[in-house]
């Protein structure tokens, strides 16, 4: 069974620009995550998407937004880019309970440096 | 504000020892928690989970144990291979579809 996939693995913006990156689940997967990882903090936790419906969000700024398409494959978005959002984007897919019993499954992450 | 803290950046251990990786949380309706591994370029992995009814559970030669009244848990690796060195992420769930990670620990092992 195929695993998670992100694409693309590496982006350069510049400030002001704004991003999408997409993350394909494993089959039969209907819960989507999106982490943020930067030096020091850890997995910082974005968004969570089942059956099209955003079940959670962490506490980051408006610019982030996220969707899940019908087929459980999700996209997330940053406008107007700043310096900090330079980090490693991850995507966990999961059966149903993200967080709980179901493990999440992470993607290699796409990583996306703003100049 | 981080809810789940692993205290130390770094551990080297000698293969063949033992790993004892530690996390400290401060959330009380935490009540489920996880460890991940994570190599360089790839993303992190499952390793082991523990829900709050227990104290301890074991898979092959990784250990996690829990102590809810210090807010406490730790990841035993026995005996520690080269294999191991990676970054070791604890993570915390309470029942609204999101984990809080660690900043997490980078383990070393030396031959």
């Known amino acids: 069974k195929a695993g998670v996939t992100q694409t693309p693995r590496y982006l350069i913006k510049t400030r002001g620009q704004q991003v999408t990156l997409s993350c394909s689940p494993i089959?039969?997967?209907?819960?989507v995550s999106w982490y943020q990882q930067t030096p020091g903090q850890g997995l910082q936790f974005l968004f969570e998407y089942f059956s099209e419906t955003q079940r959670n969000k962490g506490n980051f700024p408006g610019r982030f937004s996220g969707r899940q398409f019908s087929n459980s494959r999700s996209e997330m978005n940053v406008s107007t880019l700043e310096l900090g959002d330079s980090a490693l984007y991850l995507c966990a897919s999961s059966l149903e309970l993200a967080g709980r019993t179901d493990t999440q499954y992470f993607g290699p992450g796409t990583r996306l440096t703003v100049l | 504000d981080q809810q789940v803290k692993q205290n130390s950046p770094s551990l080297s251990v000698q293969e063949g020892r033992i790993s004892i990786l530690n996390c400290d949380y401060t959330n009380s309706m935490f009540d489920y928690f996880l460890w991940y591994k994570k190599y360089p370029a790839e993303g992190p992995t499952f390793l082991i989970s523990?829900?709050?009814?227990?104290d301890k559970n074991e898979d092959g030669r990784f250990t996690v144990f829990l102590n809810k009244s210090a807010k406490h848990l730790s990841l035993h690796i026995v005996p520690s291979q080269p294999g191991d060195s990676a970054v070791y992420f604890c993570?915390?769930?309470?029942?609204?579809?999101?984990?809080?990670f660690g900043a997490g620990t980078t383990v070393t092992v030396r031959a």
């Open positions: 089959s039969g997967h209907r819960s």
């Open positions: 993570a915390a769930s309470s029942d609204d579809y999101k984990l809080s």
């Open positions: 523990i829900s709050s009814i227990k």
